[in-house]
Structure formats: C-alpha cells, structure tokens
C-alpha cells in the first residue's frame, strides 16, 4: 500500500507519516531522509528528526538524488518490510538544482516522470511506502523564473504521486484529513 502525505510546512505531516509507518507493525522500517543539509538551521531540523525516530528501529538511508537506483538491505525475506520518504521537495529540490537534468527534452514535465518512476520503484520494494511531501505555491505569489519551474514540478510529481496512492492524507494544523479514498459520506454524494 502506497499512502501520500501532504501538508504545509510546520503542518505535521512528518510526525503523522512517522506514525503511520510504525503502526504498520513492519519487521523492517526504513527510513529513506532527502534533506541536503545547507547551514545551522538545516543541521538543526536534521539533529530533531533523528532524536524523534530515535530508538523506533528505523534503519535510516540518507539519499539526496537517484532514489532509483538505491538498493535496500533486507526487506521482503525477512518480514514485512515499510518505507518512509521523508521528504519529496527536498529530493525534487535536490534533483532538479544539484544534480539530475531536467530530463529528455529537457522539460520539468520529464524530471516528474522520473522522479514519479524513482519512488514508485522503491515503493515496489516494500509492502509499504509512506511518501511524505509539501504543498507549494499556495500562496498565489509569482516567484522568478526558477522558482515558479520547482512550484510546477512540485505540482506535476504530487499529482502523478496522488495517481500512484492508494490513500492521500493531508495534515492540516495536525489534523489528518484523508483525500483519497474519499470518506464514505463524499463518496456516496459523488455516486448520486
């Protein structure tokens, strides 16, 4: 099962994801961190995210790029096995500023592709995948150029990613709302 979680920044959303992977009761946890850690505030972030997993037995994979090609140790044959993406804008970030191309033809519509195949090819390596990502580009504003193309990735990759889930939840102020399946009472209004 594939579940997405989203949210703004400071929503929740990565305690949620945390709680939810280990509520799945895996024999494997792993933890996959993307962030690229840039001054004393980032550290900092990072330091409070590994004392909060701490002692919850997640095997923890730093991966900042090429999430497709990242092979994971154990898994399957030893129990059921469940993955935390943590998160998707630093690892598009990541992609799209340092490291991959913007795809063949070089457009942000072939970098969400790829990136989309990447998870998804993690995702059929374990029972379980929680994919934790942000909300952008809510705030309507018109940023410079590069900005408004990773507002767009972002837009494009959590789309295909929504595709992909079995179940999207967003975290709103703390509060999960689920988006997908919708809850009985949406979904009965949608059938009528």
Known sequence: ???LVTGGSGSGKSEYGEELVLSLNSQVRYYIATMEVFGEEGRAKVQRHRRLRQGKGFITVERLR???SLKLDGGREEGKS???LECVSNLAANEMFGGRTLGEGGSIEALASG???DIASVAARADDMVIVTNEVGRDGRTYDRETMDYIRLMGLLNR???DMADQVV???FG???VLKPPPACVKGALEK
């Open 115 to 117: 990136l989309a195949r």
């Open 66 to 68: 090429d999430l497709g």
């Open 160 to 162: 295909r990613l929504a």
């Open 82 to 84: 469940s993955v935390l």
């Open 175 to 177: 509060i999960p709302v």
């Open 1 to 3: 099962m594939i579940t």
């Open 170 to 172: 967003e975290v709103v």
